[in-house]
């Protein structure tokens, strides 16, 4: 989900790996604060940030400290590093002794050893302390999901969204539930309450495409095709939205029986394997050395659809 | 399995007649831990790429697809159509992972992809779970199970596991971090850059951990 930030926060070349051992102190500062900001999950990444370059002169980050002190405490239960988030707890502890900040990471820290019943406990009392503070009902929603309780975070998810309807992260997590569940209609009505709220935003587009798509028959079809164009209208460089136009025209070309309808569906799928083409060209054969091969596959591609 | 307490020992042998014997090979084998690896909040789908000679099914390669639960169409198609005309008969079936670690329950989009790909090649295609809760490093378990379609439903099938070979070698791999380079079919559509046959990161793979074809 978070792939496009990543995207644009590291647009240089992506395909070689940072040794994040040997960045610099300001460096880290700053790549902690994007991803905290992002929300991005990258949890192994921070925890190596933090010891092996911020946390040596971790005085000098000044009041961002406790801040990163929350983020590290969150990568280190992520990563199962269960001294690391204690040492966490325990200095964001002794400097706001009573915070509900710190009780809700004291929880985080009951649900990854499996304390379940302990950590609903504290976010039960966070809950009724703030009950305008959604992260607390986020978190009981985690709870049921790490116990595979699928039918019962469904039913939170729902009693959340009738205090919080306007959260999309919410309405993607629904989705996913419904499409574990197997029921497509429902995770495309997620889709379009995201759509509501973020009415820029291609990926949900893309996403209401792919989903129209798997559902098939002409109508659904069709449907997939007009948010894939919309995706790419919004994005013009999203690949993903370049080959489900592909698709959703290829599919069309071969099933229906207006010819007309049949001679445009096949002209926009060629086209859609030209820009695919112009895009796979500028790709370094260094990086990526299978680029070539799938230039053939499309050509071929080219061949048969055009054929049609 | 559940209920082999139930069955005398004599009958043991009759409940599992299995058609295939499956053995992965060291490259694919690490490389879908490495999957795993790289995304430890995630279910992984990949392809599996091999030969099969009478009952004995050899993985040879893998291509890791997607690292969410319920892969949707367009993706699995576009990959199955490159990954069919570029290995054709030799794609053989499917991996994946269940994104927690202990739900062993069979994935249905991995039925279900599995499925197609029998169709596409008109050949039983195996599938292949990793069991999350052997992913472990000292592990020297086989974290695989394989699985094979008999009639409508899908029924374990015997797994044939050399671990002991190259486990050695696969630890040096994850101690280097390496899963960091893996990419999937998902990463290679957010940039085309990615290469999702993971072509050098096999031959560093392969000289990392000394594992012999």
Redo the contacts between chains.
């Keep these: 989900m978070f ?2 930030l990543i ?1 644009e926060f590291f647009p240089r ?3 070689t ?1 940072t040794d994040w051992t040997q960045i610099s102190f300001e460096e880290g500062r700053q790549t902690l604060k994007k991803w905290r900001e992002c929300g991005v ?1 990258r949890s192994e990444e921070v925890v190596e940030i933090w010891e092996h370059v911020i946390s040596r002169s971790s005085a000098s980050l000044g009041d961002e400290r406790w801040a990163v002190l929350e983020q590290v405490c969150i990568a280190a239960l ?2 199962a590093r269960v001294d690391l988030a204690q040492e966490c707890i325990d200095q964001l502890h002794a400097q706001f002794p009573k915070s509900n900040r710190v009780l809700k990471l004291k929880a985080m820290q009951f649900e990854s050893t499996e304390h379940y019943k302990n950590a609903l406990e504290i976010y039960d009392r966070l809950v009724e302390d703030d009950p305008n503070n959604n992260s607390y009902r986020k978190r009981r929603v985690a709870v049921l999901l ?1 116990q ?1 309780k699928r039918l019962d975070a469904i039913k939170a998810i729902n009693d959340y969204l009738k205090i919080f309807l306007n959260d999309p992260e919410a309405w993607l997590q629904l989705h ?1 539930l419904f ?2 569940e ?1 029921d497509i209609a429902k995770a495309v009505h997620c889709l379009e309450e995201c759509v509501l709220i973020q009415p820029l935003n291609s990926m949900y587009f893309r996403r209401l ?3 129209r ?2 559902q ?1 028959g002409a109508e659904n079809i069709d449907y997939a095709r007009r948010y894939y164009e919309r995706a790419l209208k919004i994005n013009p460089t999203d ?2 939205s370049q ?2 136009i592909l ?1 959703s025209n290829n599919q069309i070309a071969s099933t229906t029986k207006n010819a007309a309808e049949k001679k445009k569906a096949g002209l926009a799928a060629v086209e859609a394997i030209d820009e695919l083409v112009n ?2 060209q500028k ?2 054969p260094q ?5 070539d ?2 230039l053939n ?1 499309l050509e ?1 591609m080219k061949v048969t659809v055009g054929s049609k | 399995m559940r209920f082999s307490f139930i069955f005398p020992p004599l009958f043991q042998n009759l409940r599992f007649q299995m058609k295939y014997q499956v053995e992965t090979q060291a490259l694919p084998y690490s490389t879908i831990i490495l999957h795993c690896l790289k995304y430890p909040s995630k279910g992984v789908f990949g392809l599996l790429i091999g030969n099969k000679k009478g009952d004995k099914v050899t993985i040879t390669g893998c291509v890791p697809l997607s690292h969410e639960s319920t892969p949707l169409a367009p993706p699995l198609e576009l990959a199955t159509s490159l990954v069919h005309g570029k290995f054709g008969a030799s794609l053989v079936g499917v991996y994946f992972s269940n994104s927690t670690p202990s739900d062993t329950s069979l994935n249905v989009y991995a039925t279900r992809l599995a499925d197609r790909i029998s169709n596409v090649t008109s050949s039983p295609a195996v599938l292949v779970q990793v069991m999350n809760e052997r992913l472990v490093s000292d592990c020297e378990q086989d974290r695989l199970v394989a699985y094979e379609k008999d009639g409508e439903s899908w029924k374990e099938a015997k797994t044939i596991f050399q671990g002991s070979n190259f486990l050695r070698g696969l630890q040096a791999v994850i101690r280097k971090k390496l899963y960091r380079e893996l990419a999937d079919f998902e990463n290679h559509l957010d940039n085309p850059e990615f290469d999702f046959y993971n072509t050098n990161l096999s031959n560093k793979l392969v000289q990392v951990a000394e594992f012999r074809s």
């Design positions: 792939s496009k995207q070349d992506m395909t790996e999950r992520d990563s790490a595979g996913e499409l574990q197997n495409g792919d989903l798509y798997t098939g690949l993903r080959y489900g698709l895009r796979y790709v370094s990086n990526n050395p299978e680029s091969g799938i596959c071929a």
